[in-house]
């Protein structure tokens, strides 16, 4: 099969379009033919190694070997592992891996695969995985956003901000988004009541007070999020900011101390892919609740320089890759 693979961390030009051996499931996975794939910040956090303490995971001086970049994928179920009873060859699935979406085939734990709902695309559903299942964590497990509370989303026009206004706003929220001037037409088209252009207007100098923040984007220190917020208020953090070492994770060790030192919540959205919250959310776009935003479908041929594109930091939405 074909695969877009990495032996060195680094910017996009290091991957290489190879022709690899098709992966063999193991007990509990499943083999995908893929049809689609979405990047997220995630491919070139990882690629690039930024920060440093991306390498922990694939290895400290190179990438472990074979590594494949992509995380979110949709395709079909062509081989069954040992003890996979949910699953049956034929299925239409989408979910995430941790690396070897950008490829014709890959492995996947079919715990963390759904079957993608009739009249959903692929191309909408690979949208869907990383961002949609982020962003229902940070709306309902972590900010535990209800009918009434008013939502603040930083990075709204981006892959998860886009998710999370549409979440927090079939919650019940009264949403306001922070993006460019020119991203605030499709912010209002999710729904959100208002949108704060950060060219133009800090929004932590303003004085609404919001009962949820959620951070997509790390653009303040946490303080001046913390000071928009209601006495009780809840502080989402997402991800973005941070130093080259650390990177985001810098927030989220601050937040975890001054979580002792005030009164209002800080709470961290962990990757950690569930079936449960990626049915939630793609039964939502079943519905019609919640519509994917997709930039740009690209060619397979084309990953790197999608993720050149992600990687500026202004997509709208999300970027797909048709496999
Ligand atoms: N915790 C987890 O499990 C998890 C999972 C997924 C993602 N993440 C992290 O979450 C972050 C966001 O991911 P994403 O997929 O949403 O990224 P993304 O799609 O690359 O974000 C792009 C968006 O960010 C907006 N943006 C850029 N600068 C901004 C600023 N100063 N203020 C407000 N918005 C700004 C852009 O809007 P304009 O073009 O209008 O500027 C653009 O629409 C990343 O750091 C990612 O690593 C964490």
Redesign the pocket.
């Known amino acids: 099969m074909k695969a877009w693979t990495f032996d060195r961390y680094g910017s996009p030009d290091v991957l290489r379009l190879e022709d690899v051996p098709d992966p063999a499931p193991g007990p509990g996975e499943v083999l995908v033919d893929i049809r689609a794939a979405a990047l ?3 491919d070139w ?1 990882i690629l690039g190694s930024d920060p440093l303490v991306a390498r922990v995971s694939l290895g400290l001086r190179r990438p472990r070997a074979g590594a494949i970049l992509g995380a979110d994928l949709t395709g079909e179920v062509v081989a069954l592992g040992d003890g996979v009873t949910d699953l049956a060859v034929g299925d239409r699935v989408l979910g995430e891996v941790e690396l070897g979406a950008c490829a014709q085939r890959a492995v996947a734990s079919a715990d963390r695969l759904v079957v993608v709902p009739d009249g959903v695309t692929d191309i909408q559903a690979a949208a869907v995985p ?2 949609g ?2 962003a229902w ?2 709306v309902h497990a972590v900010g535990r956003v209800g009918a009434g509370d008013r939502v603040l989303v ?9 998710f999370a206004v549409q979440l927090a706003v079939a919650a019940g929220a009264t949403v306001t988004g ?7 037409e499709l912010v209002r088209s999710l729904g959100a009541a208002a949108v704060v ?3 133009v207007t800090d929004f932590t100098e303003e004085r609404t007070a919001y009962d949820v923040l959620i951070d ?4 303040h220190p946490l303080r001046r999020f913390l000071r928009t917020l209601v006495p009780d208020g809840r502080l989402v ?5 941070g130093g080259k070492l650390l ?2 994770a810098t927030h989220v060790l601050l937040g975890v101390l001054a979580n002792h030192l005030q009164r209002r919540t800080i709470g ?5 892919p569930n079936a449960a919250d990626l049915a939630a959310v793609i039964g939502l776009v079943a519905d019609g609740a919640v519509s994917p935003v997709i ?1 740009r479908v690209v060619p397979f041929a084309d990953v790197p320089d999608a993720l050149r594109y ?10 797909v890759i048709e496999v």
Not at 237 to 241: A, E, H, K, Q
Not at 268 to 272: E, N, S
Not at 310 to 319: D, I, S, Y
């Open positions: 997220n910040p995630y956090r990383m961002a299942q982020t964590k940070a930083n990075g709204a026009s981006g892959g998860v901000g886009t922070v993006c460019s001037g020119g991203n605030a252009d950060y060219t997509t984007k790390g653009t953090l997402v991800g973005g900011g990177g985001p961290v959205v962990g990757w950690k930039d992600l990687r500026l930091g202004h997509a709208r939405g999300k970027v």
